[in-house]
């Protein structure tokens, strides 16, 4: 006879719980993503194993299409070299 206590009843409320909270997370994640001018499909690397850790540094130093977009937008508006005025660090 199994004498191990039965916690199954324990997984309904965690599922609750859980599942809106990650959801709420994953769903933040994409909204970055997206404001940083990256597809939000690109969420899914985060369930990569290793890939996670390469996409992590590969958003991180890379420069984003909004920025490239910014830059762009800047040059067709002031030139060549926008003012310093703007906030960019050299």
Do not use: C
């Amino acid at each position: 006879m199994d004498q191990r206590p039965d916690f199954s009843w324990v997984l309904i409320p965690m599922l609750l719980i859980n599942v809106p909270l990650m959801a709420a997370t994953i769903w933040a994640y994409v909204r970055i993503i997206q404001k940083a001018g990256y597809s939000g499909w690109n969420v899914l690397w985060a369930f990569v194993p290793v890939g996670n850790i390469i996409m992590l540094f590969v958003f991180a130093f890379s420069e984003w299409p909004v920025n490239v977009r910014l830059r762009e937008l800047e040059t067709q508006v002031f030139g060549q070299t926008p003012p310093p005025s703007l906030g960019r660090r050299a």
